[in-house]
C-alpha cells in the first residue's frame, strides 16, 4: 500500500468538454483558481483541440496563458490530438501534453479518426517538432472498449512496449466507459507489472458502473499512487457510447484521507469548489461527498 498519492484534476477539461451550454471563460478560471486553492498541484486546464469538434475548448489558448503565467510553479497539462494541437499548446505556455490513442482500433477511429499506427506515427511528429514539451500518453479503453468489448491484455502490452520505445515520458491507462473490476484490475496489472516492473503507471478510472474507487483501492495495494479524477464526478468520452464520469475528486480525497493516505488536497476547499461548480455550471454533480457535506460536521464544514 502507498502511503501518498498523486492526484491530477482532469474536471477543467475531461469534466467540462461534454457538457452543450458553454461555460464563460471567467466562470472556468474561477473554478480553476478554487481547485488551486484546495491544492492541487497538476491540473488539466483544457484541450487543444477543433472548436467545431468541441466547442467547449475554444477558450484553451486563454484559459492556458492565463494560468500558466500566473502559477509558475504548478503544473498545468492539456490534451492534444496531433501535431497542430501540439503546437497550440506549447505557444500558449504549456509545457506537458496528454495524448490519447486507444487500444482498441474501432474507438481509436471514433475517436481521432486515425488507426493506432497512424495514432503513433503523427506522436512520433509531435516528438520530432516539439522535443521540449513533455508528453503523457493515455492508453485509452485499455480495460474494455465499447465496440470491440474486454481486450486482450497483450494489445495494451503490445502499445506500452511501442510508447516506451519511443521515449514517452508517463503512461496512464484509461478505463474509458467504466467497465473494469478490482479482480480484472488485479489480474491485468499484475501481468504488467511482471513485464514492466519498472514502470510507474498512472490510472484515469471512470465510475460507470460504481467501481471506481474499489479499482483505486486494488491499484493502491500494488503500489500505485498516481490516478486522475474530476471535481464532481462530471465526464464522459464524448466518442464512447455509454461513458458516464470520472472518479470524483472529492470521494477520491476522503477515501485515502481516511486510510491515512497524504494527498495534499484540502477537502473543505474542494467542496467549495463543487458548490460553485453547482451554482454557475448547468451540470449534475455525482459525487458522495459533494451531496452529504450539509449534514456533517466538524472539518469537512
Known sequence: MVDEAMITEVCPRDGFQNLEDF???PIKIEIIEGLIQAGFQKIQLTSFVSPRAVPQMRDAGEISGY????????SFTALVPNLFGAKAAYESGIREISYVISASEKHNLANVRRSVKESLEELENIKENFGALRIKV???TAFGCPFEGYLP???????IHALLAMGVDEIYLADTIGVANPKQVQEMMTYLKAVFP???FGFHMHDTRGMGLANILTLLKMGYGKFESAAGGLGGCPFAPGAAGNVASEDLVNMLDSMGVKTRIILKELLKTDRIIEEKVKANLTSHMSKITSFMTGEIQ
Do not use: G, M, N, S
Not at 491484455?153 to 502499445?159: A, D, F, H, K, S
Open 138 to 140: 493515455d492508453i485509452a
Open 153 to 159: 491484455v497483450q494489445r495494451v502490452e503490445e502499445l
Open 23 to 25: 461555460i464563460e471563460t
Open 198 to 200: 519498472t514502470v510507474d
Open 67 to 74: 494560468f500558466v503565467k500566473k502559477y509558475p510553479h504548478i
